[in-house]
């Protein structure tokens, strides 16, 4: 599941206990805490004390959602080209 791989929903219970069973319940929980940490990080990149890192996250911060918005437009507009959907300055 950590990594990345496809998973059914009806496998999850069986295939967290493969890992924690395997890892042991206090790594894997350690490590769930660190992601938490991260996760916390992208969400609000204004927390994060490293001012190169925290200065791109914002980046990310405010092209993702504009992205997003834009290729939501293009779905609802029935799959017009995109540079239909921008609007040229």
Known sequence: MM?????????VYNVL???IDKEGAEEY???LCEYSEMYEIFLHPEK???V?????LMVVKVYIPLSVSMLHG???HGFRPL???IPVC
């Open 52 to 56: 190169e890192i925290r200065n791109e």
């Open 48 to 50: 994060e004390k490293n």
């Open 83 to 85: 540079s239909a959907s």
């Open 74 to 76: 293009h779905l609802v």
């Open 29 to 31: 929980l350690g490590r």
């Open 3 to 11: 990594g990345g791989e496809y998973i059914n929903t009806g496998d």
């Open 17 to 19: 206990k493969e890992q």
